[in-house]
């Protein structure tokens, strides 16, 4: 979020809106990746390692500021968990850019990815992005593929509902001002739609 004029909540509708695919992906049902989430938030599939480094990616895709970020929607273990289940496909493509982006750290500033200040992950993620990143390795995995993947499965983790392992105490839906699905409740109220009533959120605030 480089456009200090565009606000959070913007960056997250805009995401979604127009990447299409990010849509598709919200909706989509993830049984065994919900079922693992109940069961536990433990690492399933990534090591120690990677689940730091991917903790400190995603923490600076949707960074902390007044309002919790991806690091607080424990974003992590909602990608952790797809990986181990419905995504499996992207664990390699995971495997190869984790340990790209240390290597590009470490070329840049000699510490780990998780060590660099805040300023420091930028200007590597930035280089991710750009396709442009020094010390990344060669191979079937391009950096930008591996960004785009990353951000992808952050803001679902940041937007997706909690019962998948992210959005962690509604910290996602809160900062949208998303009140949570109200299908099973009858849905909406015309005042409620129309805003001349207030909404009951899912977690027990009125929006």
Request: include cysteine.
């Amino acid at each position: 979020m480089t456009d200090p004029k565009l606000t959070r909540r913007d960056f997250l509708r805009d995401s979604t809106i127009y990447g299409g695919g990010l849509w598709i992906s919200l909706s989509l049902p993830r049984p065994n990746a919900a079922r693992a989430a109940a069961e536990s938030s433990q690492r399933a599939v990534l090591t120690e390692a990677e689940w730091v480094t991917v903790e400190a990616i995603t923490g600076r895709i949707i960074p902390t500021d007044h309002e919790p970020g991806a690091i607080e929607a424990h974003c992590v273990n909602f990608i952790d968990k797809a990986l181990a289940h419905e995504d499996a496909q992207a664990r390699p493509l995971y495997a190869l850019g984790i340990a790209g982006t240390e290597q590009v750290a470490q070329r840049r500033f000699g510490r780990d990815f998780s060590k660099l200040v805040p300023a420091e992950k930028d200007l590597v993620l930035v280089a991710l992005e750009q396709g442009d990143a020094p010390g990344w390795p060669e191979g079937p995995v391009s950096s930008a593929a591996f960004f785009a993947t990353v951000r992808a499965h952050t803001i679902l983790g940041f937007l997706a509902d909690p019962k998948y392992g992210g959005n962690r105490d509604f910290a996602g839906w809160k900062v949208v001002g998303y009140p949570g699905p109200r299908h099973h409740l009858g849905g909406y109220t015309p005042d409620q739609m129309l805003g001349r009533a207030r909404i009951k959120t899912v977690w027990g605030e009125d929006l």
